[in-house]
């Protein structure tokens, strides 16, 4: 049985990710996707979790830096934690406490609360995240204003199979249909991808699925 209580502990949830190979199959998926970012690209991971997807980009363009919000400092934590074992430069991580349904607000871990500007990252990754806000569709919509023109929303959701939304249940989180989060990004202003995993991308496209959503130079 697959308790709730994983989300509790960080420890657990890092464990169960890496052990399970989702870590692996989601970076592999990540690595499939083309994105135009410069190297220096301002990267957001809200909800990080253990910061498997902020971190992938952090390795992957050479000079970016990178928020990670998480609701339980326990996880930003755990971020860190990780990064430090990746060999990555501390000063490229800024981590703070969010709820997603207000995901620009951000509290650091001293305590002080800052407001993220609109259009001040070039890609933003949420995984398993959304779910949780009190409006989803209000959540998007704030997400995308937090893009740059030109910038990628990458969301690697929960997929709508058996042991997707087993899982999503399990773990209380709430679903919206995949087709009206697409029409709720394209709506914001933004080109939407639905990209499937491949088998290639077991075990994680077990509960998966990517949305990728480029905001338009123009929005
Ligand atoms: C399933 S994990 C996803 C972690 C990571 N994004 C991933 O794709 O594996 C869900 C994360 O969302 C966080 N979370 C739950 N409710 C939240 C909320 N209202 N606002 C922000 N984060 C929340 C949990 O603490 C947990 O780290």
């Known amino acids: 049985m697959i308790s709730p209580k994983l989300y509790k502990s960080s420890r657990f949830y890092d464990f169960f990710i890496k052990a399970l190979g989702y870590e692996s199959s989601i ?36 000079n970016s830096r ?42 650091c871990l001293e305590g002080n609360t800052t407001q993220l500007e609109e259009g001040s990252f070039d890609v933003i990754c949420i995984g398993a995240v959304v779910g949780y806000a009190d409006d989803i569709e209000v959540a998007l919509q704030q997400l995308v204003r937090l893009l740059a023109p ?10 709508e199979s058996p042991s997707g939304q087993y899982v999503s249940r399990r773990f209380h989180y709430q679903n919206i249909k995949l087709h009206r989060m697409c029409e709720v990004l394209t709506e914001a202003g933004c080109q939407v991808e639905a990209r499937r995993f491949k088998a290639r991308h077991l075990p994680a496209k077990l509960t998966r699925t990517g949305i990728v959503a480029r905001r338009t130079a123009a929005s």
Not at 38 to 44: A, I, Q
Not at 80 to 106: F, K, Y
């Open 27 to 62: 970076d592999r998926f990540l690595r499939s996707l083309t994105l135009e970012c410069g190297d220096e690209c301002r990267v957001l991971d809200a909800g990080c979790g253990t910061g498997l997807l902020g971190l992938h980009f952090l390795q992957r363009f050479p």
């Open 66 to 107: 990178l928020h990670a919000t998480d609701l339980e400092p326990n996880f930003l934590q755990a971020t860190l934690t990780n990064a430090e074992s990746q060999g990555v430069d501390r000063e490229r991580i800024s981590v703070g406490v969010a709820n997603i349904s207000q995901p620009h607000i951000t509290t």
């Open 150 to 159: 030109g910038g990628y929303l990458i969301n690697i959701e929960m997929n």
